[in-house]
């Protein structure tokens, strides 16, 4: 993956679709270079409609059940240009240290609570649930912006 001419390279975030992906969703999805599931998924055809935006890596949730997602990994490693970047559904189920392993980004759904923490160097970022809503919490997604060393990570809140 690399950024064409020197521009940051765009990283969508998105979990917790349980098979809804809304068309707010998508608009924000677009224009990014690579995608990232971070579980509870909700089917095939959602992977498919991302795919239409960019290369995905998913990682199955607790949820995500059948013959579909037996094929999807519980978690994740990406290589985005100087970055590596960590993805599992739910964070208790992390069986490594992030940064002691060399990652800057772990991308973690489950909670449908979109929020970012730095720690120990590393970036915790969760998008949130893009699917139906839970509770009071917002519907969002994530993006990261990649360059070089730097990221700049963003919480959208999708208007619904």
């Given at each position: ?20 992906l809304?068309p ?30 960019a ?5 199955r ?52 609570k ?19 809503r ?9 993006r ?17």
């Amino acid at each position: 993956m690399h950024a064409v001419s020197g521009a940051p390279v765009r990283v969508g975030l998105i979990s917790d679709t349980h098979g809804l992906l809304r068309p707010q969703a998508l608009a924000a999805l677009s224009g990014c270079h690579q995608i990232i599931h971070a579980g509870d998924i909700g089917g095939v055809a959602i992977l498919d409609a991302l795919r239409a935006i960019a290369p995905v890596t998913a990682v199955r949730g607790n949820n995500d059940k059948g013959a579909w997602a037996d094929r999807i990994p519980e978690s994740a490693v990406l290589q985005v240009g100087a970055i590596r970047i960590y993805v599992i559904h739910d964070l208790a189920g992390i069986d490594l240290d992030p940064a002691a392993a060399g990652f800057r980004v772990v991308v973690a759904g489950h909670s449908h609570k979109p929020s970012r923490e730095m720690r120990e160097g590393v970036l915790y970022i969760n998008p949130g649930s893009a699917g139906p809503r839970r509770f009071s919490l917002p519907v969002a997604v994530a993006r990261l912006e990649i360059a070089g060393t730097n990221i700049a990570p963003q919480l959208i809140e999708l208007a619904v």
